[in-house]
């Protein structure tokens, strides 16, 4: 099956500083590119996604690049700020697949 | 988010009973999920249904099984709880035309003694 990896693990930042997480897969047949965040104890959000015909896309201080060459796709978050700590998880799927297959997650922490 | 409510919230049972959860959702979406998750391994794909009475297996459906006879219901039941079944359940749904974002319920923690 598919195998996605996240990195790093956990990541602290500093509030205002810029945040990047790093999803690798293995499928190349993967179209389908979003992240999820989590806070502690909630649910998991969608809070960006991208489709393999678009390099970027960015919405307010987030953002995610592909590089399909690669096989990767990363999270940037900008003048990180408290509220941007939570779990982080990637995910993929291609199409005609029923099913995401998630990271395990990064956890960013934002030290005021 | 999706109307998407899991019962119950809480659950504390027994080795060897059965427990079922519920996902009840209101957004009439074709698809639905059932993940755990756990420390360390993000989220697992345990079942998920495509439409009523159709389900298919994710990677760690050993000791679950699933049912949906209706578009809003989606059902998890675990003939005999383990311990290695204590976890946290989330119910998940997608729509028909952009199935791939998921709408996620607020979870049953699950234990299991």
């Known amino acids: 099956g598919e195998n996605v990896e996240q990195h790093p693990s956990t990541l602290s930042v500093q509030e205002g500083d810029s945040a990047v997480i790093k999803c690798t897969y293995s499928d190349s047949a993967s179209n389908y590119f979003p992240w999820y965040k989590q806070e502690l104890g909630k649910r998991p959000q969608l809070i960006i996604d991208i489709r393999s015909n678009v390099g970027e896309k960015k919405d307010q201080r987030i953002a995610v690049t592909l590089n399909k060459t690669a096989k990767h796709f990363s999270l940037h978050i900008t003048e990180t700020q408290p509220e941007d700590s939570a779990v982080y998880f990637c995910a993929v799927t291609s199409y005609g697949n029923n099913r995401l297959a998630f990271g395990k997650g990064n956890q960013v922490v934002v030290i005021p | 988010d999706a109307g998407i409510t899991q019962s119950p919230r809480h659950k504390v049972t027994e080795t060897g009973t059965p427990v079922t959860l519920r996902c009840h959702q209101t957004?009439?979406?074709?698809?639905m999920y059932w993940y755990r998750q756990d420390p360390g391994h993000g989220l697992r794909l345990i079942h998920y249904?495509?439409?009523?009475?159709?389900?298919d297996k994710g990677e760690v459906s050993d000791g679950y099984s699933v049912s949906r006879s209706k578009t809003e219901d989606f059902l998890l039941t675990l003939e005999s709880a383990t311990s290695s079944q204590t976890s946290v359940y989330f119910c998940a749904t997608g729509s028909g035309g952009e199935r791939e974002k998921l709408f996620f319920g607020s979870g049953t923690q699950l234990s299991v003694l």
């Open positions: 957004e009439n979406h074709r698809y």
């Open positions: 249904s495509y439409g009523v009475k159709d389900t």
